[in-house]
T-cell receptor, first 116, second 109 residues
Framework: DAMVIQNPRYQVTQFGKPVTLSCSQTLNHNVMYWYQQKSSQAPKLLFHYYDKDFNNEADTPDNFQSRRPNTSFCFLDIRSPGLGDAAMYLC???????????????FGPGTRLTVT | EDKVVQSPLSLVVHEGDTVTLNCSYEVTNFRSLLWYKQEKKAPTFLFMLTSSGIEKKSGRLSSILDKKELSSILNITATQTGDSAIYLCAANTGNQFYFGTGTSLTVIP
């Protein structure tokens, strides 16, 4: 089945130790998103890729970086995780057609990051 | 500033009750309003609404958009314990999805 896959589902890292979360999709969607969701809060958009074009949210810390080597894969790199970065990280995809046709957004299962 | 507000923040009902969840939005270049259900995992898609006044229905769930009032409601009839979850709404404005903080629904047997 076409889907959005995130690995790992659970990640434990140490304070300051770089960590990479991965997302892959078989939907052939051209837009991929990374969200951070903390407990009892709405998902917060970190950045998104429109094809190869990277779009960073103004308030996303520099500590967060992303790579999209091809259509199917997107990575979230946290260079020096702090305790405040512990959260669920959600990857999502959508297909952006031309014009104003609305489109749905599909989420992966998320990676829960713990920082010790 | 673009924002989406949901109410109530939490709700506790008994099985069989009917609930109405509210979502209001203030965004530029509005395209659509989406509803998601989130249990202890990623959000799962419920509805996408683009036109005012047209109800979308899936089993016991239904939703409608009011573009004049910049709002949407999600109705759940004959609630079941499996409906317990956080319900998120999001306004789509092109490549951006603005999420509300969600309504936490608890259905008691």
């Amino acid at each position: 089945d076409a889907m959005v896959i995130q690995n790992p589902r659970y990640q434990v890292t140490q304070f300051g130790k770089p960590v990479t979360l991965s997302c892959s999709q078989t939907l052939n969607h051209n837009v991929m998103y990374w969200y951070q969701q903390k407990s009892s809060q709405a998902p917060k958009l970190l950045f998104h890729y429109y094809d190869k074009d990277f779009n960073n949210e103004a308030d996303t810390p520099d500590n967060f970086q992303s790579r999209r080597p091809n259509t199917s894969f997107c990575f979230l790199d946290i260079r020096s995780p702090g305790l405040g970065d512990a959260a669920m990280y959600l990857c999502a995809t959508s297909r952006e057609p031309p014009g104003l046709t609305p489109y749905e957004q599909y989420f992966g299962p998320g990676t829960r990051l713990t920082v010790t | 500033e673009d924002k989406v507000v949901q109410s109530p923040l939490s709700l506790v009902v008994h099985e069989g009750d009917t609930v109405t969840l509210n979502c209001s939005y203030e965004v530029t270049n509005f395209r659509s309003l989406l509803w998601y259900k989130q249990e202890k995992k990623a959000p799962t898609f419920l509805f996408m609404l683009t036109s005012s006044g047209i109800e979308k229905k899936s089993g016991r769930l239904s939703s409608i958009l009011d573009k004049k009032e910049l709002s949407s409601i999600l109705n759940i009839t004959a609630t079941q314990t499996g409906d317990s979850a956080i319900y998120l709404c999001a306004a789509n404005t092109g490549n951006q999805f603005y999420f509300g903080t969600g309504t936490s629904l608890t259905v008691i047997p």
